[in-house]
C-alpha cells in the first residue's frame, strides 16, 4: 500500500541527516489555557513532527488542538490523535483513552507530513476553540444546534460540478416537513425516536438541507433512501454538518444496499471517535480497529459543513474516502492487504453492486447526534467539493 512506501521514506530521510528542529509556542498572556512543543524531523520534501500539549488552563475531559500551516504542508497520518486537515487548518482531537488533562498534565502525539518551499512552523494553537494566549480567535465559529451558521472548507479536490453524467440534489425542490421526491423516510427494522425532515432555516448552499435527529440505541435509528441518484456511480459528494462528536461506540450515517451482498448494507459511520466503513455482512471494517488503525482515520468536525467524498469501484472492490478535500488514509482500501488499515477488509473477495443511497443515523446502543446533510452528488469521476 502507498503508505508503506511513505514511512519508508521518511525513516531513511532521518536516518541519512533530516533536519531537526524544536519549537516551543508559549502562551502569550497570563490568562493561558495550554502551552505546545512542535519538535519537527524535516527533510527535503517532508518531515514528521512531535506535538507535547500542555493544559495550563481548567482540567478538561476532551481536548481538540488546532492550528493553521502556513505553507502547502500535507498531512498524511499520524498516531495518538485524530489528525484532520481542511486546506491550511489542521485539528487533532484525543482519542478514547488519551481525553482527560488535569491543570499542568500533558499528552503528546505525531504525524506525518509533505511540504515545498519553506515549512514555515505554526504559531496560532487553539485549545478546544481557544487560543493558547486565552483570548477566543475571531475565526472560531459559534456553536448552535438551532440555527448554525454557514460554513465553507477549502478543498483540493476538482472543482465541483453537477453537469453531465453527474446527478446532483440540494433538497430545494423540496419544502419543509416530511421529504418526498427521490427522497423517502425508512426506519430498517423498527421504528422509534429518529426522525428527518426537510429544513428550510440550514443549509449549505441555497435555502434548504435534510435535518436527521438521531437518537441514542438501536430502534431509533433513521435514513432517507434514494434508488435514483446512485445509478451505476463510483463516486459520491455530500456536505455534512452535525453537532455532537462521533461516539466510542459503532455508529452509521450513510449506507448503501449491495446486491452483491445478500442486499446486506455498505456502511460509513464511525467508531471510537473516527470515521470507519463497516460491512454489515461481516461486519469487517476499514480501518482495522486496533489503535494504529484509528490514528489513521479522521473526526468529523463538529459544527460546521464538511464535504464527504468517497469512491467504492464495483470492478476492482477498491474504495477511497477525502474529507474536506484531503484523501483520509485509514480509509484507502487499495486492494492489498495491509495490517491496521484494509488487512481485515480484503479476507475475501469483495465486487460490490450498490443499488441506493441512505442519509440518516443509526446508533448501536450508544451516541445521539443532530445532522444536516446538503448538496449530494453521484457520477463516474470524482465530483469534488
Given at each position: ?109 505525531g504525524f506525518q507530513a509533505t511540504y515545498s518551499g519553506t ?47 453527474i446527478r446532483c440534489d440540494g433538497f430545494e425542490s423540496q ?199 446538503d448538496d449530494v452528488a453521484a457520477g463516474s469521476s470524482r465530483?469534488?467539493?
Open positions: 500500500m502507498r503508505l508503506r512506501s511513505v514511512l519508508t521514506v521518511a525513516a531513511v530521510a532521518v536516518a541519512s541527516g533530516g533536519i531537526v528542529a524544536g519549537l516551543h509556542v508559549p502562551a502569550a498572556q497570563a490568562a493561558t489555557v495550554c502551552s505546545v512543543d512542535f519538535t519537527v524531523n524535516q527533510w527535503a520534501t517532508g518531515f514528521t513532527a512531535d506535538v507535547k500539549l500542555t493544559n495550563t488552563g481548567p482540567a478538561v475531559t476532551a481536548w481538540t488542538l488546532g492550528w493553521t500551516f502556513g505553507g502547502n504542508q500535507t498531512i498524511s497520518n499520524g498516531w495518538n490523535a485524530q489528525i484532520s486537515q481542511s486546506g491550511t487548518r489542521v485539528t487533532a482531537a484525543n482519542l478514547a483513552w488519551n481525553g482527560s488533562l488535569g491543570t499542568g498534565a500533558a499528552t503528546s502525539f515549512n514555515a512552523k505554526p504559531t496560532d494553537f487553539t485549545l478546544n476553540g481557544v487560543s493558547c494566549a486565552g483570548d477566543v480567535p475571531p475565526s472560531s465559529p459559534a456553536p448552535s444546534s438551532a440555527s448554525p451558521s454557514l460554513s465553507t472548507s477549502t478543498s483540493t479536490g476538482p472543482t465541483p460540478s453537477c453537469g453531465t453524467g419544502a419543509a416537513g416530511t421529504p418526498g421526491g427521490d427522497w423517502a423516510v425508512t426506519y430498517p427494522d423498527c421504528q422509534g425516536a429518529g426522525a428527518a425532515t426537510v429544513d428550510k432555516a440550514v443549509a449549505h448552499s441555497g435555502s434548504t438541507s435534510l435535518r436527521v435527529n438521531g437518537a441514542t440505541g438501536y430502534c431509533n435509528h433513521v435514513f432517507v433512501r434514494n434508488t435514483a441518484i446512485l445509478g451505476d456511480a463510483t463516486y459520491v459528494r455530500y456536505w455534512v454538518r452535525h453537532t455532537t462528536a462521533l461516539p466510542a461506540s459503532h455508529i452509521t450515517m450513510v449506507a448503501l444496499k449491495d446486491a452483491n451482498d445478500g442486499d446486506r448494507d455498505l456502511r460509513f459511520g464511525g467508531q471510537n471517535g473516527a470515521l470507519q466503513w463497516n460491512r454489515a455482512s461481516d461486519d469487517a471494517t476499514l480501518p482495522e480497529q486496533s489503535p494504529a488503525g484509528v490514528a489513521l482515520s479522521r473526526p468529523l468536525p463538529v459544527d460546521s459543513w464538511n464535504c464527504v467524498e468517497f469512491k467504492v469501484n464495483g470492478a476492482d472492490g477498491t474504495m477511497e474516502t477525502w474529507l474536506n478535500g484531503v484523501s483520509v488514509p485509514g480509509l484507502l482500501q487499495d486492494g492489498v492487504a495491509t495490517h491496521d488499515i484494509d488487512g481485515q477488509w480484503l479476507n475475501r473477495t469483495y465486487r460490490p453492486r450498490l443499488t441506493d443511497l441512505k442519509l440518516g443515523w443509526e446508533s448501536y446502543g450508544e451516541g445521539s447526534d443532530t445532522l444536516w446533510y465530483i469534488g467539493c
